[in-house]
């Protein structure tokens, strides 16, 4: 979903969010989390120039009524 949202091939995965993930166990994932998807230039040596998406997790007290936003 954040290869088609961002438009960038590669997708990374804050360890933030994959302790948040897995830290009940395989049988017990999360069923609601908030994401933050932001998109820079990968400072990688074989792929410099690219475009990259980060994905990290954001601590929410409720889900009630949020919405997504958009930053410029």
Do not use: C
């Not at 961002?6 to 908030?34: A, C, D, E, F, Y």
């Amino acid at each position: 979903m954040a290869v088609r949202e961002m438009g960038t091939p590669k997708v990374l995965v804050s360890p933030n969010l994959n302790i948040t993930l897995w830290q009940n166990g395989i049988r017990h994932v999360p069923h609601k989390m908030r994401i933050k998807i932001t998109r820079r230039y990968d400072e990688s040596e074989e792929n410099s120039g690219q475009m990259v998406s980060e994905l990290d997790v954001v601590q929410v007290e409720s889900f009630k009524g949020l919405t997504t936003q958009k930053e410029a």
